[in-house]
């Protein structure tokens, strides 16, 4: 997600906050920003867009100061303008203030900001702390940004300077990471090591809760009470290219690191304080043109169109609304039957797919409702829609998707869950209790992820394996297509994935001695039917590969090979079984030597027909 440098020495602090913002760069950005604190107080410029846009218009200036802090913002709240750019300052134009996360009581705290007569300027959440500064500010910024923090729902890094204290930082984490960069006369913050490698190699990690005070002689870090918090530094030896990349090999091994902080991001905020009400973040329809609808259409490509069976299920059970899944790229030319009754949710990670924009504009041609579920805020498939839900996962630089995806995953849910609230199919405590089982997930991936090395010995088993199937039933159907998927794309072997009830009416003629067949079976209501699976494709010799739930003994004795997920609600099960299947290709690819970020013939975003 968003870049973030801050810096306080002797050097001119545009160039060194400018040189790290070129080397996060990597993280993805739609607009930039600086400020620097020198003679002539605070100087800020913002701007829309790349990087080269805000150094041509810096090009013929001067921002003398030696300190100085620089954002680039993929945006979450509001479009990418000038506006939108961090750094946002206060009314009075002393304090600058530059953010990472989503701040998730904004909307509250605005009310009262502009009630106490403060101009709103952008519409990020960002703003607010800008204001509160202002505000609470005397003459000690890190009591106020301690006070500050307390009241500040969601997650956050935030690095903060006021014209007052001319040579002092402030920094606070929670839920994101920020590293600081210890120099010799010199100290850094900055969202990872990358901001500031070119300048020093001496780095410590900010903790859950902490606030950093960053001056040119050194660096204190406190808890929100204001004690003092003793830490250890290290010593960084990644080259520039692996400090991009996290310290992992490959974009995608850090996507899929990043992927319980996606889902967090996904739900964060969208129950409304006190009324326990869900909502969108973007919605031109009103609550009876949503309980008007009879159906749902749900239109998406490759990985999306995955997300959007999973939430087939969900809408249906939670809503007792019709659902069809339909290919983007099929959808238009077979003359769906669509109208003002209708409700298109177009997927899309890139929110710029020829053929799920294609079938949307189609869909609205009918007089449909079109509800766009994306990852990429100001997106035409977002500019085009008559609502939109964020999924809020952060950029994904790897071509093949996985947090992307794991995202759309919960945003599915919650559209399920918001529809049930609108059309009162689900009263408001049993929506909050499925939101609370939701909200528990990125604990339990968390926990997954610690697991994995298993999955990755297994992977590198099957380096010569030509062929793997997936089966799944219910919601593990579409994971089964999700696991053959990324395991065409990483790894090129040829994958499919079977319902698998289905398999026996034709697919199981594939198999051989050997072959490799992943089974997904979580804990379910289905599950004795699909133990007989599993030793349907045993007893032809399959080597069966089965993910079950932790504590689960039954499918043991016909598994080859066990991965264990944590318990969760059958329903929610997605979200977990993904995991270990993108590993496994992750893997697998990387044991055949290929390169994992951009498999051979793929693009991230297919704006073509
Ligand atoms: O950007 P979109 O979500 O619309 O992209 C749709 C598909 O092209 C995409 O999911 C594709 O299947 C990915 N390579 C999956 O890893």
Redesign the pocket.
Known sequence: MCGIVGYVGDQQALEVVLDGLRRLEYRGYDSAGVSVLGADGLQVERKAGKLANLEKVLSGRDLPGTLGIGHTRWATHGPPTDANAHPHVDCTGKVAVVHNGTIENFELLVAGLQDRGHERRSDTDTEVVAHLVEERYDGDLPATVRSICKDLEGSFVLVISHADEPGLIVAARRNLPLVIGLGDGENFVGSDVTAFIAHTREARAVEQDQVVEVRREGVTVTDLEGAVVEGESYHVDWDTDAAEKGGYEFFMDKEIAEQPEAVRATLGGRLTEGEGLLHLDELSMSVEDVRDIEQVVII??????HSGLVGKYAIERWCRLPVQVEM?SEFRYRDPVVGRRTLVIA???????AD?LEALRHARSQRAWVLAV??TVGST?SRESDAVLYTRAGPEVA????K??IA?LAAMYVVGLYLAQVRGTRDADEVRAHMQDLQEVPALIEELLTRMEPVRELARSLVDAERVLFLGRHVGFPMALEGA??LK?LAYVSAEGFPAGEIKHGPIALIEPGTPVVIIAPRHALQAKLINNIQEVRARGARTIVIATDGDESVTPYADHVILIPDVKSLLAPLLTIVPMQVLSAELARARGLDVDQPRN?A???TVE
Do not use: D, F, P
């Open positions: 998406a490509c490759g990985s999306s169109y983007a997927i899309s990670q890139s929110g710029e797919t799920t994306t990852n498939v071509v093949a998707s996985t992307a995806v759309q998927l990324k794309e793929l991230k975003s297919v």
